[in-house]
């Protein structure tokens, strides 16, 4: 397996002081609602509001002081972006960031904030990971994937590392973990840090409807890539394939996938402001949207949920919220 239990370990010993452990929580509004005992873990509380801090800063913080010299490429719809402009910023490097033009304005205000410089491409014509590997070659940057990364997959593998721990101080054993997934570099992580406490858990991914590559690509046995053209607010979970290094991970570690509607994944958002109080971006929802929407057998079982990002436009946020009235 590329990236074991041990790397995790290590990854959460790295960020010891550096990423928020962001706590566990329950809900007896969402326990009634689903018929099961839910941890939620926000990573909406992390630094720079999503979990990308953590594999970002477990990238970056092994550079070597050449490296550093150098500064590091990323291309990101937004919360890699901002993870990685943090850790640069705590590292000391210069980061450049492959954004696509219309991503959320606060994702894009937010990484500008943290220093980073921003190379805009149009999703629909254009390859970031072209552009981004191009920048590489001229400039002697680093290139810091979004997922498909050894490093990357163990550093957010401390969310699981942590709700396996924090569960099992709690007296409970986590039967089910619902994570969203894009190239699957939480998802995996998540499996492997959360199955050093529990072993036997099922772990399944939530991905928005046309950008369900890695939910059809286990079903297959093969990696399948999304058709063109599709479209969701879910921004941070629209990668085209699972990645080489994520789907072997993924087919030995993970459950059937979860799939979920746009109007599902509004309604979590929804069910996040009013009874959790916490503002979940749509692609930080689906894992929650799935569990709502009775995707996974929930009677008599203690299940966790990751909500991995919060950065959601106002004005895009109060649109889903005015959905309710």
């Known amino acids: 397996m590329a990236v074991t239990g041990a790397d995790v370990e290590a ?12 706590p566990l929580i329950t809900n007896a509004a969402l326990d009634a609602a689903v018929g099961a005992r839910v941890l939620l873990k926000p990573e909406v509380l992390q630094r720079t509001g ?20 150098r500064g590091v490429v990323a291309w990101s719809s937004g919360n890699h972006a901002q993870g990685v402009a943090e850790a640069a910023r705590l590292v000391g490097t210069r980061a450049t960031i492959v954004m696509p033009a219309d991503a959320p304005a606060i994702k894009v205000a937010g990484t500008r904030a943290l220093g980073a410089e921003i190379v805009f491409y149009d ?19 680093v290139l810091v994937p979004s997922y498909d990364d050894v490093h990357i997959i163990a550093g957010q593998g401390t969310v699981g590392l942590e709700i396996g721990r924090q569960a099992a101080a709690l007296g409970l054993t986590v039967d089910a973990c619902l994570v969203n ?13 959360l199955k050093q406490t529990f072993p036997q858990v099922s772990v399944h991914t939530a991905e928005p409807e046309g950008f369900d590559d890695m939910a059809r690509s286990l079903a297959a046995g093969e990696r399948v890539a999304n058709a063109s053209g599709g479209k969701s607010s879910c921004d941070a979970l629209l990668a ?25 994944v509004r309604a979590a958002m929804r069910f ?14 689906a894992a929650l949207a799935a569990l709502l929407a009775g995707k996974v057998e929930t009677a008599g079982r203690t299940i966790a949920v990751v909500l991995s990002g919060g950065n959601v436009d106002p004005a895009f946020y109060a649109e889903v919220l005015a959905e309710a009235a």
Not at 50 to 58: D, P
Not at 60 to 66: D, I, S, V
Not at 128 to 135: K, N, S, T, W
Not at 272 to 285: M, S
């Open 11 to 22: 990854a959460a010993e790295l960020l010891a002081g550096k990423a928020v452990a962001t």
């Open 123 to 141: 999703r629909l014509t254009e390859d970031r990971e072209v552009i981004g590997r191009d920048l590489c070659a001229r400039t002697g940057a």
């Open 181 to 193: 997934c894009s190239g699957g570099g939480l998802a995996t992580g998540t499996a492997l840090g």
């Open 50 to 69: 999503s979990f990308k801090f953590r594999g970002a800063y477990n990238r970056l913080g092994r550079l070597t002081a050449e490296e550093r010299a």
């Open 240 to 264: 085209p394939i699972p990645g080489t290094i994520t789907f072997p991970l993924a087919q030995a570690l993970l459950g059937p996938g979860l799939v979920v509607t746009e109007a599902e």
């Open 272 to 285: 996040a402001a009013a009874n959790l109080k916490l503002v979940v971006e749509p692609g930080g929802a």
